[in-house]
């Protein structure tokens, strides 16, 4: 009896205890995956998704940053760059997005984060990561994207190219000027914005950034060792992305034929992938657009990584031999054949620890540090970073660091929890 | 941005991963050899490279065709659309699109008889029915609002359904991708559907409806030529549209 009172009290007492730290601690967190590969992979489930405006007033637009450039005819049409906007009527702020790896100005995060600022009262200029296809061809000075200080620069070009345009085309009037990026694009905006205090042409008010990787080459080489998992290796890679297509077909075919947002929730759910294809998909996805960015980049310097030097191609050259050849390239093997010598080459630039070392956040410590209008959004279990390297963002941001228990690599950017501390960060 | 990726691939209606035809032998060209050549880079298992084929020895002529494709759509098409859209309201806008899938939903209705599938065929012929009547002339889509699905059949399935093969792959003007077999399939679906035009609209209307029914539609495609990010769209196209196309003949 004792025993049994004794007992007791110690689970009351531990439970209060468990109260109150709880209570102590921040509200429970809501976001309903807990499994890094599957956040990753699948995102959030519509019925968590924030509440957003349907349409906003949302049109792609170009802009032509050298127009003396000679376009290579292969890709003829990407001559000038592409980009969107969603303006308000009245006197507002304006946000600059940028998209992460290979991804474009339109694309469906960038597109979901312009339906939040946009109701949110912002003036909307939505841009591609300098890692898509159409920003190499038009608007990288080197083209040879994922440089930081180039990439930077490149952004704030087009930024201050579109900047004229809206003054002197749309005749909106702009109280202040912000800037937010998710993955790629997170990294892009701390060195934006640090360019920002030399050039001064928009003095942002608040930069966010969004999953930024810490060092760009940990993070590449963790996407390359992702794809190793395709079953059967890296060699199996064509066959694995077609099975993975055809899985999807197959959830397609049951389905009313729609491809809504839950698609990929219940493709994933009916697929029954383990960790090892989850992270196989997340690897060969972003293979598949550094396929077309390294490709790109290779057309437009002549380079020799996968088209022979001498090699002219036309818009009516078939170009499917050099898909297969890229496709089965990683991030590494760019970055070691081709990234590396190429600034080695041009732009003396010192030895490869040393070069790999300056492509970091790490690398502007001293300057995130220092700079209260920089804040952090990421998540504890994020796929794209090594162990430990999430304290970087504790460390370095402080408060200014907002850390989610899970969410993967920016699955939870469209949990309303997640899209209320976005729009929070550029308004409170 | 996986996500995105792969919705946008299965958005397009396109799925991807291309045809092959083996390339230039470097070699043979007198061309100096790349950092990563083929020969370095791709296993010799043939099975690899062939999962990934498709056929396609008309790819001149179809790379020609899409490039058209691309500057129609671009300088005709989307203004047309963008027009389109600003000078009529957005439930306007919804209603002429489901009244002309009113008219396509007759069109499925006979291909899933000639399918012989009587679940399609009852879906089908249902919403016709109600879409016609409660449906105001197909203005509002009651059937949808009912639950039933909406199967879409065209010929160039029913002649998959009996075992034709797509034959080679052929880009369509203005239409887009598509195979022999489903090129063909085109024609009995067209006649069919301007019979209705012109027996509602009459022989001149009916040429005003098509342009509305053209441009309606495209509206709703959110696919741009050259706005995928891939420097590969031809050949991602290629193989998305015939593995999409594999999969609705077989649904």
């Known amino acids: 009896m004792l025993k049994h009172s004794l007992l007791r009290s110690c689970v009351v007492g531990l439970g209060l205890l468990l109260a109150t730290s709880s209570w102590g601690a921040t509200e429970e967190y809501g976001y309903p995956i807990k499994d890094k590969y599957v956040a990753t992979v699948v995102g959030t489930p519509s019925e968590y998704f924030a509440d957003l405006p349907k349409k906003i007033p949302f049109k792609t637009r170009r802009v032509s940053i050298f127009p003396d450039r000679e376009i290579p005819d292969a890709f003829f049409y990407d001559s000038e760059l592409l980009y969107s906007v969603a303006l308000q009527r009245k006197a507002a702020p304006l946000i600059f997005l940028i998209a992460g790896t290979?991804?474009?100005?339109?694309?469906?995060?960038?597109?979901?984060?312009a339906r939040a600022f946009y109701q949110a009262g912002f003036h909307v200029v939505s841009l591609s990561s300098p890692t898509f296809t159409n920003f190499v061809i038009s608007a990288s000075r080197t083209g040879v994207p994922g440089h930081a200080e180039h990439d930077a620069e490149d952004l704030y070009r087009a930024m201050e190219k579109i900047?004229?345009?809206?003054?002197?085309?749309?005749?909106?009037?702009?109280?202040?000027?912000?800037?937010?990026?998710?993955?790629?694009?997170?990294?892009?905006?701390?060195?934006?914005?640090?360019?920002?205090?030399?050039?001064?042409?928009?003095?942002?008010?608040?930069?966010l950034l969004i999953n930024p990787p810490v060092s760009l080459y940990n993070s590449i080489s963790l996407l390359d060792r992702m794809a190793e998992n395709i079953p059967g290796g890296v060699d199996n890679f064509n066959l694995f992305f077609e099975d993975l297509m055809?899985?999807?077909?197959?959830?397609?075919?049951?389905?009313?034929?729609d491809v809504g947002d839950n698609f990929l929730y219940d493709a994933y759910r009916a697929m029954d992938?383990?960790?090892?294809?989850?992270?196989?998909?997340?690897?060969?996805?972003?293979?598949?657009?550094?396929?077309?960015?390294?490709?790109?980049?290779?057309?437009?310097?002549n380079y020799g990584y996968v088209k022979p030097k001498e090699m002219r191609l036309t818009r009516h050259t078939d170009l499917q031999h050099f898909n297969l050849v890229v496709s089965r390239l990683g991030f590494t093997d760019?970055?070691?054949?081709?990234?590396?010598?190429?600034?080695?080459?041009?732009?003396?630039?010192?030895?490869?620890?040393d070069f790999v070392r300056s492509e970091s956040l790490t690398h502007i410590q001293d300057y995130l540090l220092s700079t209260p209008k920089i804040t952090v959004m990421h998540n504890e279990n994020d796929v794209i970073l090594e162990p430990g390297e999430i304290d970087f963002f504790r460390e370095v941001f402080g408060d200014r660091a907002k850390i989610y228990p899970y969410g993967g690599h920016c699955g939870n950017m469209s949990y309303r929890d997640n899209v209320a501390h976005m729009i929070d960060t550029f308004t409170r | 941005m996986i996500i995105n990726f792969l919705r946008g691939a299965l958005l397009i209606s396109v799925f991807s991963m291309a045809a092959c035809s083996?390339?230039?032998?470097?070699?043979?060209?007198?061309?100096?050899?790349?950092?990563?050549?083929?020969?370095?880079?791709?296993?010799?298992?043939?099975?690899?490279r062939a999962a990934s084929d498709v056929y396609d020895p008309w790819q001149g002529m179809n790379r020609r065709i899409y490039n058209f494709n691309y500057h129609f759509d671009r300088y005709i098409f989307l203004p047309a659309t963008r027009g389109y859209q600003n000078v009529t309201p957005d439930i306007a806008e919804e209603g002429v699109s489901n009244f002309f899938d009113n008219l396509r939903d007759v069109n499925t209705f006979l291909n899933s008889v000639l399918q012989l599938s009587p679940k399609k065929s009852a879906q089908s012929l249902g919403r016709v029915a109600v879409n016609s009547t409660v449906g105001l002339l197909g203005l509002i889509d009651v059937a949808t609002m009912f639950g039933i699905n909406r199967p879409e059949e065209d010929f160039g399935q029913t002649l998959g359904r009996y075992g034709v093969g797509p034959g080679p792959f052929l880009m369509v003007p203005v239409v887009g991708p598509s195979s022999l077999r489903d090129g063909i399939g085109l024609i009995p679906d067209t006649l069919v559907n301007s019979y209705l035009k012109e027996e509602i609209f009459?022989?001149?209307?009916?040429?005003?409806?098509?342009?509305?029914?053209?441009?309606?539609?495209?509206?709703?495609?959110?696919?741009?030529?050259?706005?995928?990010?891939?420097?590969?769209?031809?050949?991602?196209?290629?193989?998305?549209?015939?593995t999409k196309r594999e999969l609705d003949v077989a649904k």
Do not use: C
């Open chain 2, 22 to 48: 083996t390339g230039p032998t470097l070699e043979a060209e007198g061309y100096s050899e790349p950092v990563f050549t083929a020969e370095r880079i791709l296993s010799e298992d043939a099975e690899t």
């Open chain 1, 246 to 257: 055809r899985g999807f077909g197959e959830v397609y075919k049951r389905s009313s034929g």
């Open chain 1, 102 to 113: 290979g991804s474009s100005h339109n694309g469906g995060t960038n597109y979901q984060m």
């Open chain 2, 202 to 242: 009459g022989e001149d209307g009916a040429t005003i409806a098509s342009l509305v029914d053209a441009v309606s539609t495209r509206s709703r495609v959110k696919f741009r030529y050259y706005e995928t990010g891939s420097a590969f769209e031809y050949e991602t196209v290629r193989w998305l549209w015939t």
């Open chain 1, 163 to 207: 900047h004229t345009l809206l003054l002197e085309k749309d005749d909106i009037e702009i109280t202040g000027f912000n800037l937010t990026g998710y993955s790629l694009g997170g990294f892009n905006s701390a060195y934006v914005a640090k360019l920002d205090e030399q050039r001064r042409s928009f003095n942002f008010d608040r930069v």
């Open chain 1, 334 to 353: 760019y970055y070691h054949e081709y990234f590396y010598p190429f600034y080695r080459d041009t732009e003396n630039a010192g030895n490869r620890d």
């Open chain 1, 273 to 301: 992938l383990q960790n090892e294809e989850l992270a196989a998909l997340i690897g060969v996805a972003f293979r598949l657009s550094s396929a077309s960015m390294v490709f790109a980049s290779d057309v437009m310097t």
